[in-house]
Each structure stands twice: as C-alpha cells, then as structure tokens.
C-alpha cells in the first residue's frame, strides 16, 4: 500500500491559505480594502492553477471533489473576489 508524502501535499494548500490570510490581514491593519481583496482573490486563482497543473496526489488539501469542480470554484471564487475588489476603485457619483 502506497502512502501519500505528508510534507508536499500540504504545501499547495498552506500557500492559498496565507495568500488569502495576508489579504484579510492588509484590510484588517487599515489597508486599501481592494488591495486587500486582489491579494486574497489572486490566492485563490493561484491555488485554481495548481489544482489544475498538479497531479492528484500531489495537489493534496486542494484536491475536494473532483479536478474539474476544485479549478472551477476556484477560479469563480477567484475571479469575483478580484473583480469585486477592483469595482471599489471605480468612480460611480460625486460625493
């Protein structure tokens, strides 16, 4: 019986896991609230592309449900924290 490498197959998982905690943390020490957002959202479109590049047992923590599913929530998820965030820059009226 083949047993998984516990030292690899968290390391993916703990790099989105500060990713995003440095974002929350640049908005919970008085940071832009958008600088913030782009961090954590980048976090989680990079965890979407390793979940997409590594293979099953090496993607470790990341790997949920199956590879499709994890790269899409993840990018989805991603995407609107980003876009969202970036929307806080934008100019809607005059006050």
């Not at 390391?11 to 989105?16: A, E, F, K, P, R």
């Not at 954590?40 to 599913?69: H, N, Q, V, Y």
Request: charged residues 10%.
């Amino acid at each position: 019986m083949k047993t998984r490498d516990n030292g690899t197959t968290w390391g993916s998982y703990l790099l989105v896991v500060v990713g995003v905690a440095a974002g929350l943390g640049v908005i919970a020490f008085g940071g832009t609230p958008w600088v913030g957002g782009v961090i954590a959202g980048g976090a989680l479109l990079l965890g979407s592309a390793m979940r997409l590049i590594l293979s099953e047992g090496r993607a470790g923590a990341l790997a949920i449900r199956t590879k499709k599913t994890d790269v899409v929530v993840f990018a989805v998820l991603g995407l609107a924290l980003v876009g969202g965030s970036l929307s806080l820059l934008l100019k809607l009226h005059n006050t």
